[in-house]
C-alpha cells in the first residue's frame, strides 16, 4: 500500500543540524512532487517546503528558507529535510506528504523534533 | 502572501446538528481551496477538494462551497466520529501552500 514513513527526529540544541528522512513506497516516488508540513505542539498546519518530483525546483516558507533543504533520491524512494541553524521555535512534528494537484493526499505518520537546551 | 482566516476557532455541537465553518483568503483564490480533518495525534485527511469535491471515500455528510475569498464547509448532520480539528488549505499560488488556523469541532 502506499506509504510514507518519517525518521530522524528527536532532541537537538538551537543552533544545531538535523536531517529528516521520509521512506515512500507503494507508488512511483519519481513521480511526484513531494512536500514537508509541520505542526508545533497544539498549533495549526504550517507549510515548510516542497520539491518537484525530479528535484529540479525547490521552495520554502518564509520561516525556513536560508536553513532548511530539501532535497531527494530517487532512486533511494527517500525525500530529506536538511534543518540547519534550529530555533525553539522550530519544535513541531514533521510531516512528509505526497502532492496532488495542489492538495495532499498521501500523509506520513509525522516524527517529532524538539529543539531545546 | 495569501493569508487565510477561519471562523470560528472552535464550536460545540450536538450530534446530529448542522456544522458550518468558513473561510475567507485574502485574495481572490477562485476555487483553489481545500479541506482537511484532523483528529489528535493523527495525520490530516483530505475531505474536499478544489471548494466542493467530495474526495473519494469521504462520507457525503461532508460538503464544501464557495469561490473568491469566501468559502463554507458544512457537516450536515454531526457524528461523534468528527470530532477533529479542520483546516483549509489555498494553493491558488502553488508550489507554495497556506493553511488556515483551524476549527476544533467538540460535541456538546
Redesign the interface.
Same mark, same amino acid.
Given at each position: 500500500q502506499v506509504q510514507l514513513v518519517e525518521s530522524g527526529g528527536g532532541v537537538v540544541q538551537p543552533g544545531r543540524s538535523l536531517r529528516l528522512s521520509c521512506a515512500a513506497s507503494g507508488f512511483t516516488f519519481s513521480s511526484y512532487?513531494m512536500?514537508w #508540513?509541520r505542526q508545533a505542539p497544539g498549533k495549526?498546519?504550517?507549510?515548510v517546503a #516542497?520539491i518537484w518530483y525530479d528535484g529540479s525546483?525547490k521552495?520554502y516558507?518564509?520561516s525556513v528558507k536560508g536553513r532548511f533543504t530539501i532535497s531527494r533520491d530517487n532512486s533511494k524512494n527517500t525525500l530529506y529535510l536538511q534543518m540547519n541553524s534550529l530555533r525553539a521555535e522550530d519544535t513541531a512534528v514533521y510531516?512528509c506528504a505526497r502532492?496532488r494537484e495542489?492538495?495532499?493526499?498521501i500523509?506520513?505518520?509525522?516524527t517529532l523534533v524538539t529543539v531545546s537546551s | 502572501d495569501i493569508q487565510m482566516t477561519q471562523s470560528p476557532s472552535s464550536l460545540s455541537a450536538s450530534v446530529g446538528d448542522r456544522v458550518t465553518i468558513t473561510c475567507q483568503a485574502s485574495q481572490d483564490i477562485s476555487n483553489y481551496l481545500n479541506w482537511y480533518q484532523q483528529k489528535p495525534g493523527k495525520a490530516p485527511k483530505l475531505l474536499i477538494y478544489d471548494a466542493s469535491n467530495l474526495e473519494t471515500g469521504v462520507p457525503s455528510r461532508f460538503s464544501g462551497s464557495g469561490s473568491g475569498t469566501d468559502f463554507t464547509f458544512t457537516i450536515s448532520s454531526l457524528q461523534p466520529e468528527d470530532i477533529a480539528t479542520y483546516y483549509c488549505q489555498q494553493y491558488d499560488n502553488l508550489p507554495i501552500f497556506t493553511f488556515g488556523p483551524g476549527t476544533k469541532v467538540d460535541i456538546k
Open positions: 512532487g512536500h #508540513v495549526g498546519l504550517e507549510w #516542497v525546483n521552495y516558507a518564509d510531516y502532492d495542489g492538495a495532499i493526499l500523509w506520513g505518520q509525522g | -
